[in-house]
């Protein structure tokens, strides 16, 4: 019996040296410096041999606080609405005061009394054209040529002739209205008052758009608008580098936790947010 027992004892120790160096060879397979194989590479995180992850460690994570960095943004980008806003408002007001100027009102009433005299000029000299029998005849001719034109097939010969003659017609009627204005004096005087008018009050016009943003309170308004413009800005680039912070901080504190390897992927906070992806 003390036989046997020897050879057995020495049988099973002999097992449990094969199987432990088995098992080493496993956890230590060649080529991959102690991961698993299926770990990685696409498959989510890699876990170092003999590392326990996090489910079994009970660490409080800490999160850095963005909310300070989030309001600071907000409140900047309304304060530059707000700024733009009394800008334009400042701006309308301004224009609106010029236009029930009295200087404003002379020129405007200048130039509409203008309008009124050339267009009465006009409608004097085209009223005693009509008594021109020549005129009178074209009109008649071109009216006819008109009607004809109607009555035509589309692409034809035809359509092509009498829309010459009609077109012809027109020609002859507005180069005598054209002889008939240039020769009348009074066209000519309602004509040259009109344009100085209406060059007056567009002079007028430009002169207080120029003068306008050298106003003070138009100068203060414009930097307002910037330093607010500037602050928007810097709050957009802090709140920017709280959201890289803060993922920063959450994968090292996944790392810490759980004890597995961070890789820079295309879903790291450093890709995202150093690369223009942005950070979660």
Same mark, same amino acid.
């Given at each position: 019996?003390?036989?046997?027992?020897?050879?057995?004892?020495?049988?099973? $120790?002999?097992?449990?040296?094969?199987? $432990?160096s088995a098992l080493g060879d496993?956890?230590?397979?060649?080529?991959?410096?102690?991961?698993?194989?299926w770990r990685g590479a696409g498959f989510g995180p890699v876990y170092p041999a003999g590392v326990s992850t996090g489910p079994q460690q009970q660490?409080?994570? +800490? *999160?850095?606080d963005i909310s300070p960095a989030m309001a600071q943004a907000a409140f900047?980008?309304?304060?530059f609405d707000n700024r733009w806003s009394g800008l334009q408002i400042l701006l309308d007001r301004a224009r609106k005061d010029f236009q029930i100027?009295?200087?404003?009102? /002379?020129?405007?009433?200048?130039?509409?009394? /203008?309008?009124?005299?050339?267009?009465?000029? *006009?409608?004097? *000299?085209?009223?005693?054209?009509?008594?021109?029998?020549?005129?009178?005849d074209l009109?008649?001719?071109?009216?006819?040529? +008109?009607?004809?034109?109607?009555?035509?097939?589309? $692409?034809t010969g035809v359509r092509y002739a009498v829309a010459?003659?009609?077109?012809?017609?027109?020609s002859m009627a507005t180069r005598l209205e054209a002889a008939a204005l240039a020769n009348d004096a009074a066209v000519q005087d309602a004509r040259m008052r009109l344009v100085s008018a209406h060059e007056t009050l567009f002079l007028k016009e430009r002169q207080f758009e120029s003068q306008l943003y050298h106003q003070p309170e138009v *100068?203060?308004?414009? +930097?307002?608008?910037?330093?607010?413009?500037?602050?928007?800005?810097?709050?957009?680039?802090?709140?920017? $580098?709280? &959201?890289?912070?803060? /993922?920063?901080?959450?994968? &090292?504190?996944? +790392?810490?936790i759980s004890g597995n390897n961070v890789y820079l992927t295309g879903f790291d906070p450093y890709y995202r947010g150093y690369f223009g992806m942005g950070a979660y």
């Amino acid at each position: 019996m003390n036989g046997r027992s020897l050879i057995a004892k020495v049988f099973l $120790g002999l097992m449990t040296v094969g199987a $432990g160096s088995a098992l080493g060879d496993v956890e230590r397979m060649p080529g991959h410096n102690g991961y698993m194989p299926w770990r990685g590479a696409g498959f989510g995180p890699v876990y170092p041999a003999g590392v326990s992850t996090g489910p079994q460690q009970q660490q409080q994570a +800490q *999160v850095y606080d963005i909310s300070p960095a989030m309001a600071q943004a907000a409140f900047a980008e309304a304060e530059f609405d707000n700024r733009w806003s009394g800008l334009q408002i400042l701006l309308d007001r301004a224009r609106k005061d010029f236009q029930i100027s009295a200087e404003y009102m /002379a020129a405007r009433n200048d130039f509409d009394a /203008a309008q009124q005299a050339y267009d009465a000029a *006009v409608e004097s *000299v085209m009223a005693r054209l009509w008594s021109d029998p020549q005129y009178k005849d074209l009109l008649e001719k071109r009216t006819e040529e +008109q009607i004809a034109l109607k009555s035509t097939g589309i $692409g034809t010969g035809v359509r092509y002739a009498v829309a010459t003659e009609s077109m012809r017609y027109s020609s002859m009627a507005t180069r005598l209205e054209a002889a008939a204005l240039a020769n009348d004096a009074a066209v000519q005087d309602a004509r040259m008052r009109l344009v100085s008018a209406h060059e007056t009050l567009f002079l007028k016009e430009r002169q207080f758009e120029s003068q306008l943003y050298h106003q003070p309170e138009v *100068v203060a308004a414009r +930097q307002q608008m910037e330093t607010a413009r500037a602050s928007k800005a810097g709050a957009e680039g802090n709140l920017h $580098g709280a &959201l890289i912070t803060r /993922a920063d901080q959450l994968n &090292l504190n996944y +790392q810490s936790i759980s004890g597995n390897n961070v890789y820079l992927t295309g879903f790291d906070p450093y890709y995202r947010g150093y690369f223009g992806m942005g950070a979660y």
